[in-house]
């Protein structure tokens, strides 16, 4: 043997001695620590606490109603009853609900129930609801706080039917943490039960109704703190033929809102927004109000207050204006 060679032999076995050190010293402080790595098959989503995995995506209930594809992220749901006492999906990331049949959500009464949460502990997740079906979700029994759908961007293109019961605390038909867009000719109604603070719609971003698609929201009467039938903060865009109808029934909480818009509100061609309120405004915009040719807004009030607040301009391209109106930046007739 060489002195070449022999020497080489020695590195080798040097660096692979501390090659082995180093492995056992990793490996015992990740054990010191409790750490360890676990290889999950889930995917993020829970329907009614049963979280979906790759062994029951086929059939994650058991009874052939919820399926998942792990390729698109779609949760499906085909002639679905589930009732659970907290929240029915919870999804850690963005996907999507399809709709088969006639699907019914009932939450049960607890502390805090919902139907549709999509957020982990860092953020709102986007979720699409489609399918040629419907989705009906019932809230019974006493809760101390109630939400039917949350989630980040939210559009949908599937029949949604929300019933939230009186609560103790806050009841929430649907909150988007960015935007609502409506698609596909879809129709989302809201009924809101009163509690120390309820809001049926509430969206910190904009509103897009594409053509062909409908919101019809009403809320009770006996709030406490605020009662809020559909709060807007970016801007609420009417489709061609959509159709928007807002009531809101309360007059005993501190603050009310029917339609508030804090950006632009356009009522596109042949569409119709109709807003009734007790004692509060029955639209209140604070950037500028179009109403489009052959669209029609209707709005009437009980209490002693107008019955469209804009705080920009009202601009009318022919259209009907069936209110009484209070534009800031004035009222103008405009045609084409």
């Not at 632009?264 to 061609?269: A, D, P, V």
């Not at 569409?271 to 040719?293: I, M, P, Q």
Request: charge should be negative.
């Amino acid at each position: 043997m060489t002195k070449g060679t022999k020497a080489f032999r020695i590195i080798i076995s040097v660096l692979l001695a501390l090659t082995i050190l180093w492995t056992v010293f990793i490996s015992c402080a990740f054990f010191a620590c409790g750490m360890n790595f676990v290889l999950t098959d889930e995917y993020g989503i829970q329907v009614a606490g049963v979280s979906v995995t790759r062994s029951n995506k086929n059939d994650v209930l058991g009874d052939g109603t919820v399926s998942y594809s792990a390729s698109t992220n779609t949760l499906t749901f085909n002639n679905a009853v589930i009732e659970h006492s907290s929240a029915v999906v919870y999804s850690e990331i963005d996907f999507r609900i399809n709709l088969i049949g006639e699907n019914n959500f009932i939450c049960k009464e607890g502390g805090y129930v919902s139907a549709i949460y999509a957020a982990n502990y860092l953020s709102s997740k986007d979720l699409c609801i489609q399918g040629d079906g419907s989705l009906t979700i019932e809230f019974i029994g006493g809760s101390d706080d109630i939400l039917g759908i949350f989630a980040d961007n939210l559009a949908i293109s599937a029949d949604v039917t929300i019933v939230a019961a009186d609560c103790a605390n806050y009841a929430n038909g649907v909150i988007g943490d960015s935007s609502l867009t409506m698609k596909n000719g879809a129709a989302l109604s809201v009924t809101n039960g009163c509690a120390k603070s309820s809001s049926a719609v509430g969206i910190r971003g904009n509103v897009m109704m594409e053509p062909g698609t409908a919101i019809n929201i009403t809320t009770s009467a006996g709030s406490v703190d605020y009662c809020k039938a559909l709060a807007v903060d970016g801007d609420l865009l009417m489709g061609k033929n959509s159709t928007l109808n807002v009531s809101n029934n309360d007059e005993t909480a501190e603050i009310i809102e029917c339609i508030s818009v804090s950006g632009i509100l356009e009522i596109g061609i042949g569409s119709t927004l109709t807003a009734y309120a007790k004692d509060t405004y029955g639209v209140e915009c604070y950037g500028s109000v179009k109403v489009s040719e052959d669209a029609e807004l209707v709005a009437e009030t009980d209490g002693d207050v107008v019955d469209v607040l804009c705080y920009g301009a009202v601009v009318n391209y022919g259209g009907k204006i069936n209110a009484q109106v209070n534009a800031l930046g004035g009222t103008h007739n405009l045609t084409r």
